[in-house]
């Protein structure tokens, strides 16, 4: 409470002070008489929700002349959307929909992989979902990434690029009210620290609501600052970002279905008592540098530091009982079958669980990329390394209840219809260590590459290899000795790209690549299984039209992910022998687009189709799926738009979004509904002011966001809320 008020009291002096300035400047008109004169930003639609060239790539360039399938979210879209997290972002990403916390499906695959600033180093360890107040833009560069940035998932990557501190001031402060008692302040202010000094900046943001969920809050705070030097012959930048989440009746799962992907109960219900919760502490250091050394020779370099700490203590759903088979038998509640809704008696069986993970990263990364002619031929010649480790150690206590009469020690089932909450007393369980004492994870990644891009009059030729070589280690403390196992090896990963400029409005492109990663285990006779390996072809047309107020993107594809591990199904195969699963196709078509429909009117829309299914197996039926079958949340279709028009002369604007998502299914085969939501924004601009009324699930759609297993239920999506915030710049 004390950072809000603090937060408060500097947002509202900021949006006091300078009163008497507020009144733009007049002059007289032809008859000698005063005239108020309003600033109006007109056009500015044309340039809301575009870019005109991106980085995630590493050559810096303009969407039409890359063969890089980059996806970009301008803080624009992210003030228009009222964008809180990331996952207020997902409808402008053809292809990508929730799956669980920070993690998303990209092209039929689970995606967790997560950079600021081209490093890795995520501050939210995971199962918290990245927070956008000091994110100035988010780029998605879809398909394989692994020869530009090393292991990770085949459907893409996220990129979030940081707010830099800039020498030319600028302050903005905002408060801001809505449902679900929901109330925040934020403060950033950028410039010259001193005269001919450094740039700085300084942001603060602070909320606090209570969530949808029973019991459920969420309180964040965000403290970021930086320092930007000038050396003339390179720029530094220097920032520190600290994160402190508290999250009541925390972790969530899901909520019950019936196997047409009905919620059996209230959308609200929480399987968490009111105590449970969820807190993460994170600094994030970070310091880039870049500059030129020679004309046509420019290079950057970068190091980000995480030292981060989550603790959980929350009930975690076991199984609904009682459950019955065809004959009237009870079944065991760890058994994933779904309860009979009608059954009034129906309860959640639970475990209790204490977590707490400490961990910290080191990420560095350096690239340097020169620009010449070569053989009478355009070249820009990229090379880069990088450096990653990470070590978490994870202490897990849990009691766990196995039937419906509670067991002493664990806690109570919890109702479906009328869950009681604060009748189970966590000083009465009896708490069993996981590990014995604690596990400790450690990965170690280095990676070198080289790329070559080559223009040939319209034609943009790409190549480029990457080596990496990384370790994984798991060190268990029983608490009478350590267990211990380790995992090295190395990978090789290309790029193949090509751009043909059709035009200066239309280009052809194409590409091949891959990506993989680290092996999880051994097979029976010790032996290390292959990595992971996701390669894709991919082929389109990207369109800039009109003087760029009509961009769009269209691409097929095809990713095919191989060497998925499981546990070895023989019987007679040692503990903890995994074989290698098989593979796993995806293939689709993408469409984006951006236009500008008049100078005041722009419009966002994503289409994604997709068809991800298993294409082979080891002989034992796959991953709980069989070949055939299509992967765990990987919808058909999903489409989601976004259009804002704006009356200049009040300096208004209004927004409307929708995002459908069509039917999935969870890891047990569980039908996930298919859904359609919608949001809405009113925009006032008055000069120096702004303010904003969100609406998001205007209509009230009750649905799912997503599935995971049977006896965790699914993901409720967020029924309908609003909020006000109002903004003044200086």
Same mark, same amino acid.
């Given at each position: 409470?004390?950072?809000?008020?603090?937060l408060?009291?500097?947002?509202?002096?900021?949006?006091?002070?300078?009163?008497?300035?507020?009144?733009?400047?007049?002059?007289?008109?032809?008859?000698?008489?005063?005239?108020q004169?309003?600033?109006?930003?007109?056009?500015r639609?044309?340039?809301?929700?575009?870019?005109?060239e991106?980085?995630?790539?590493?050559?810096?360039?303009?969407?039409?002349?890359?063969?890089?399938?980059?996806?970009?979210?301008?803080?624009?879209?992210?003030?228009?959307?009222?964008?809180?997290?990331?996952?207020?972002?997902?409808?402008?990403?053809?292809?990508v929909?929730?799956?669980?916390?920070a993690g998303?499906?990209?092209?039929?695959?689970?995606?967790?992989?997560?950079?600021?600033?081209?490093?890795?180093?995520?501050?939210?360890?995971?199962?918290?979902?990245?927070q956008l107040f000091n994110?100035?833009?988010?780029?998605?560069?879809?398909g394989?990434?692994?020869?530009l940035?090393?292991?990770?998932?085949?459907?893409?990557?996220?990129?979030?690029?940081?707010?830099?501190?800039?020498?030319?001031?600028?302050?903005l402060?905002?408060?801001?009210?809505?449902?679900?008692?929901?109330?925040g302040?934020?403060?950033?202010?950028?410039?010259?620290?001193?005269?001919?000094?450094?740039?700085?900046r300084?942001?603060?943001?602070?909320?606090?609501?209570?969530?949808?969920?029973?019991?459920?809050?969420?309180?964040?705070?965000?403290?970021?600052?930086?320092?930007?030097?000038?050396f003339?012959?390179?720029?530094?930048t220097?920032?520190?970002?600290?994160?402190?989440?508290?999250?009541?009746?925390?972790?969530?799962?899901?909520?019950?279905?019936?196997?047409?992907?009905?919620?059996?109960?209230?959308?609200?219900?929480?399987?968490?008592?009111?105590?449970?919760?969820?807190?993460?502490?994170?600094?994030v250091?970070?310091?880039?540098?870049?500059?030129?050394?020679?004309?046509?020779?420019?290079?950057?370099?970068?190091?980000?530091?995480?030292?981060?700490?989550?603790?959980?203590?929350?009930?975690?759903?076991?199984?609904?009982?009682?459950?019955?088979?065809?004959?009237?038998?009870?079944?065991?509640?760890?058994?994933?079958?779904?309860?009979?809704?009608?059954?009034a008696?129906?309860?959640m069986?639970?475990?209790?669980?204490?977590?707490l993970?400490d961990g910290?990263?080191?990420?560095?990364?350096?690239?340097?990329?020169w620009?010449a002619?070569?053989?009478?031929?355009?070249?820009?010649?990229?090379?880069?390394t990088?450096?990653?480790?990470d070590?978490?150690?994870?202490?897990?206590?849990r009691a766990?209840?196995d039937?419906?009469?509670?067991?002493?020690?664990?806690?109570?089932?919890?109702?479906?219809?009328?869950?009681?909450?604060?009748?189970?007393?966590?000083?009465?369980?009896v708490?069993?260590?996981?590990?014995?004492?604690?596990?400790?994870?450690e990965?170690?990644?280095?990676?070198?590459y080289?790329?070559?891009?080559?223009?040939?009059g319209?034609?943009?030729?790409?190549?480029?290899?990457?080596?990496?070589?990384?370790?994984?280690?798991?060190?268990?403390?029983?608490?009478?000795?350590?267990?211990?196992?380790?995992?090295?090896?190395?990978?090789?990963?290309?790029r193949?790209?090509?751009?043909?400029?059709?035009?200066?409005?239309?280009?052809?492109?194409?590409?091949?690549?891959?990506?993989?990663?680290?092996?999880?285990g051994?097979?029976?006779?010790?032996?290390l299984l292959?990595?992971?390996?996701?390669?894709?072809?991919?082929g389109?047309?990207?369109l800039?039209?009109?003087?760029?107020?009509?961009?769009a993107?269209?691409a097929?594809?095809?990713?095919?992910?191989?060497?998925?591990?499981q546990?070895?199904?023989?019987?007679? +195969?040692?503990? *903890?022998? %995994?074989?290698?699963? =098989?593979?796993?196709?995806? $293939?689709?078509?993408?469409?984006? #687009?951006? &236009?500008?429909?008049?100078?005041?009117?722009?419009?966002?829309?994503?289409?994604?189709?997709?068809d991800?299914?298993?294409?082979?197996?080891?002989?034992?039926?796959?991953?709980?799926?069989?070949v055939g079958?299509?992967?765990?949340n990987?919808?058909?279709?999903?489409?989601?738009f976004?259009?804002?028009?704006?009356?200049?002369?009040?300096?208004?604007?209004?927004?409307?979004?929708?995002d459908?998502?069509?039917?999935?299914?969870?890891?047990?085969?569980?039908?996930?509904?298919?859904?359609?939501?919608?949001?809405a924004?009113?925009?006032?601009?008055?000069?120096?002011?702004?303010?904003?009324?969100?609406?998001?699930?205007v209509?009230?759609?009750?649905? +799912?966001?997503? *599935?995971? %297993?049977?006896?965790? =239920?699914?993901?409720?999506? $967020?029924?309908?809320?609003?909020? #006000?915030? &109002?903004?003044?710049?200086f």
């Open positions: 409470m004390f950072k809000f008020n603090c408060a009291v500097s947002c509202g002096a900021l949006m006091l002070s300078g009163a008497a300035a507020q009144e733009a400047p007049s002059e007289e008109n032809e008859d000698g008489e005063a005239r004169e309003t600033i109006i930003v007109t056009g639609a044309a340039e809301l929700y575009r870019v005109n991106t980085s995630t790539g590493k050559l810096p360039a303009e969407p039409l002349s890359s063969s890089l399938n980059i996806a970009v979210i301008t803080d624009e879209l992210i003030e228009d959307q009222g964008a809180r997290t990331s996952q207020d972002l997902y409808r402008n990403l053809s292809g929909t929730v799956f669980s916390y998303v499906t990209a092209r039929g695959f689970r995606q967790e992989e997560i950079f600021f600033d081209g490093l890795r180093g995520d501050p939210y360890a995971g199962f918290s979902v990245p994110v100035e833009r988010l780029e998605f560069l879809k394989p990434a692994g020869m940035y090393g292991p990770g998932a085949p459907g893409g990557l996220f990129n979030y690029i940081t707010k830099k501190p800039s020498e030319e001031f600028d302050a402060g905002s408060v801001m009210i809505g449902s679900e008692a929901r109330y302040a934020s403060l950033e202010m950028t410039g010259a620290v001193t005269e001919g000094g450094p740039a700085g300084l942001g603060l943001f602070y909320e606090d609501q209570n969530t949808p969920r029973r019991n459920a809050g969420s309180e964040i705070f965000i403290g970021d600052a930086g320092l930007g030097f000038d003339g012959f390179a720029d530094l220097l920032q520190v970002s600290h994160y402190d989440q508290d999250l009541a009746a925390n972790r969530l799962r899901g909520v019950p279905v019936d196997e047409l992907g009905n919620f059996i109960t209230d959308r609200r219900w929480n399987h968490n008592e009111p105590d449970d919760f969820l807190r993460l502490s994170s600094t250091y970070q310091a880039q540098l870049d500059g030129e050394l020679l004309d046509g020779l420019t290079w950057d370099a970068g190091i980000r530091f995480n030292d981060r700490e989550e603790t959980q203590q929350y009930h975690e759903p076991r199984g609904l009982f009682p459950r019955q088979d065809a004959s009237g038998n009870f079944l065991d509640p760890d058994r994933n079958i779904v309860a009979n809704p009608a059954d008696e129906t309860v069986v639970r475990e209790y669980r204490d977590q993970r910290e990263s080191l990420s560095v990364g350096a690239n340097a990329v620009s002619e070569i053989g009478g031929f355009a070249n820009r010649i990229l090379f880069g990088d450096y990653y480790t070590e978490d150690t994870l202490f897990y206590d766990r209840g039937n419906v009469s509670r067991p002493a020690g664990a806690p109570n089932p919890l109702g479906l219809a009328e869950p009681a909450y604060g009748n189970s007393d966590r000083s009465t369980y708490l069993t260590n996981v590990f014995g004492n604690s596990r400790t994870t990965q170690t990644r280095f990676g070198a080289l790329l070559d891009e080559i223009t040939f319209r034609l943009i030729l790409t190549g480029g290899l990457r080596f990496d070589q990384f370790e994984d280690s798991q060190i268990i403390d029983t608490g009478a000795g350590l267990l211990v196992e380790e995992v090295d090896d190395e990978a090789v990963t290309y193949l790209g090509a751009v043909y400029r059709v035009s200066d409005e239309i280009s052809l492109y194409g590409q091949a690549a891959d990506s993989f990663v680290p092996p999880a051994t097979d029976r006779d010790g032996n292959d990595p992971v390996r996701g390669d894709i072809l991919e389109g047309v990207k800039g039209l009109m003087d760029g107020r009509v961009q993107t269209g097929i594809y095809q990713i095919k992910r191989t060497n998925l591990a546990t070895d199904p023989d019987p007679d +195969a040692p503990p *903890g022998a %995994l074989v290698a699963f =098989g593979e796993v196709t995806s $293939e689709g078509f993408e469409a984006d #687009l951006a &236009a500008d429909i008049t100078e005041d009117w722009v419009v966002t829309a994503a289409y994604a189709y997709n991800t299914r298993i294409t082979a197996d080891n002989g034992t039926g796959g991953i709980r799926n069989a079958d299509r992967f765990a990987a919808p058909e279709h999903q489409f989601g976004w259009t804002r028009y704006q009356i200049p002369r009040y300096q208004l604007a209004f927004a409307l979004g929708g459908y998502v069509d039917v999935r299914r969870n890891f047990e085969g569980t039908k996930v509904r298919p859904y359609t939501v919608f949001d924004s009113i925009i006032w601009e008055p000069e120096p002011y702004r303010f904003l009324l969100r609406v998001d699930n209509l009230d759609e009750e649905y +799912a966001a997503s *599935g995971f %297993l049977d006896r965790t =239920g699914h993901f409720p999506g $967020e029924p309908v809320s609003v909020f #006000l915030e &109002a903004s003044r710049r």
